[in-house]
């Protein structure tokens, strides 16, 4: 089975920037797609940003012009590259891969922004 690690998480300063990395088990090709989800206290889990298998990107109005997303398919990772972090960017953040059997997760990894 195809296993998803995800570091960079940590504590940042409003304003600062955070760089989080998402290694897979196993390669990963370019035909699948990959996302950035994240979930706050209290809230549901939400679409942060996503990559198509062509490098076609989408985020959220909340993080757009923030947030980039990218891959490295010879390194089988992806990153979250997050700048001008805010507080309400707090949340533990889950990589995922849209496998042919279906959505595979990280274990996430906790942001914290303090003002």
């Known amino acids: 089975q195809v296993q998803l690690l995800e570091s960079g998480g940590g504590l940042v300063q409003a304003g600062g920037s955070l760089r989080l990395s998402c290694a897979a088990s196993?390669?990963?090709?370019?035909?699948?797609?990959r996302s950035w989800y994240r979930q706050a206290p209290g809230k549901q889990r939400e679409l942060v940003a996503r990559?198509?298998?062509?490098?076609?990107?989408n985020y959220a109005d909340s993080v757009k012009d923030r947030f980039t997303i990218s891959r490295d398919s010879a390194k089988n990772t992806m990153y979250l590259q997050m700048s001008n972090l805010k507080p309400e960017d707090t949340a533990v953040y889950y990589c995922?891969?849209?496998?042919?059997?279906?959505?595979?997760w990280g274990q996430g990894t906790q942001v914290t922004v303090s003002s």
């Open positions: 995922a891969v849209d496998l042919a059997a279906g959505k595979v």
């Open positions: 196993e390669t990963i090709f370019s035909i699948f797609s």
């Open positions: 990559i198509s298998s062509g490098g076609t990107t």
